[in-house]
């Protein structure tokens, strides 16, 4: 009997990837426009969503790094961001 609770294999995500997201350039080339869009809104609402700064943070920095493949691969601009809460004063 305990041959049959071997190993499972999951199909889960390793740790700091997304299911179903880009996480590389060569995923992110994969992507429809379509498809890169829905995910840009989604990291664009769990930025504010985020409860945490470390949520933020990554959130951000995801958020960013979509907003980059996209105007690369179909030359939509990225916004100039700045982490909320670090803007410098400009005079």
Do not use: C, Y
Request: glycine share 8%; proline share 3%.
């Amino acid at each position: 009997m305990a041959a049959q609770f071997g190993k499972v294999k999951s199909d889960e995500p390793k740790m700091g990837r997304l299911k179903g997201g880009a996480n590389t350039e060569a995923e992110a080339e994969k992507l429809s426009l379509a498809q890169l869009e829905l995910l840009v809104e989604g990291a664009e609402w769990r930025l504010n969503a985020a409860s945490n700064s470390n949520d933020r943070k990554q959130a951000f920095k995801r958020l960013t790094w979509l907003e980059a493949q996209r105007e690369r691969l179909h030359g939509i601009e990225a916004p100039d961001r700045r982490m909320p809460g670090r803007q410098s004063a400009i005079e």
